[in-house]
């Protein structure tokens, strides 16, 4: 397992709980990317270690293999001024050099894997780093539009609920009523003009009764004075 999918299987742990206490989703999204970068600086932390853990190898297995190359040489002179005990001797320091020679070259190529290892974990975090920070404000985009919709659907319920319109007629019938204690304060000159002529029709309407009233009376007298007298 790469060191990138212990992380994602970290990350992705961290989230879960995080989302099973119901955090605000732009919190969440701060704290993965941060805990992202954080892993990012950690990995490439770790990288440079592996780096200059492989400089030492390399430089520990040059200095291996030329002690290797100069043991050979005394070898090669113990032989040629018939020394074959020095020889020998020489030889086994030969093969110590040797086989620490080799162990260090396996350890470098140990190392080289485990260099590329973290250098691909970093390329893979990095890739999914950019992803979020881009897809970051278009989130919080959401959220807020979505937070919006849902009060304006709150509201909407309680403007439906008939407890909201008996209020809104409560406060209809107060304006009404103030607006009617306003007229009877200052009635304004429309007012004072319609109850003129209301006066006026009304005059004219009990003068035409008092005029029938008198068209009777003289009547009545013109038929006494013309009745013929009676025997």
Not at 55 to 83: M, N, P, Y
Request: charged share 40%; glycine share 4%.
């Amino acid at each position: 397992m790469g060191i990138f999918t212990r992380v994602r299987d970290i990350i992705s742990a961290n989230l879960n709980a995080m989302l099973d206490k119901a955090e605000d989703p732009e919190k969440l999204i701060r704290l993965m990317i941060k805990e992202m970068e954080d892993t990012l600086v950690e990995i490439k932390a770790s990288c440079a270690g592996a780096m200059a853990a492989k400089k030492k190898i390399e430089r520990d297995c040059q200095t291996v293999e030329t002690r290797a190359s100069q043991w050979g040489e005394k070898a090669q002179l113990a032989v040629d001024k018939g020394r074959e005990d020095l020889a020998r001797e020489a030889l086994m320091q030969k093969r110590r050099y040797t086989e620490r020679s080799t162990g260090l070259q396996k350890e470098r190529a140990e190392c080289d894997a485990l260099i590329r290892q973290y250098q691909d974990d970093i390329t893979q975090l990095e890739n999914k780093l950019g992803t979020v920070r881009e897809k970051q404000r278009l989130l919080i985009q959401r959220h807020i539009h979505a937070q919006k919709r849902k009060r304006a659907q709150e509201d909407l319920r309680r403007l439906d609920s008939s407890e909201a319109f008996g209020r809104f007629e409560q406060f209809e019938n107060r304006i009404e009523r103030m607006e009617a204690e306003a007229d009877l304060v200052n009635p304004g000159p429309g007012a004072e003009r319609q109850h003129s002529l209301e006066e006026e029709f009304a005059r004219l309407e009990g003068d035409e009764e008092i005029e029938k009233e008198l068209a009777r009376l003289k009547a009545t007298v013109e038929q006494k004075t013309t009745a013929p007298p009676q025997d």
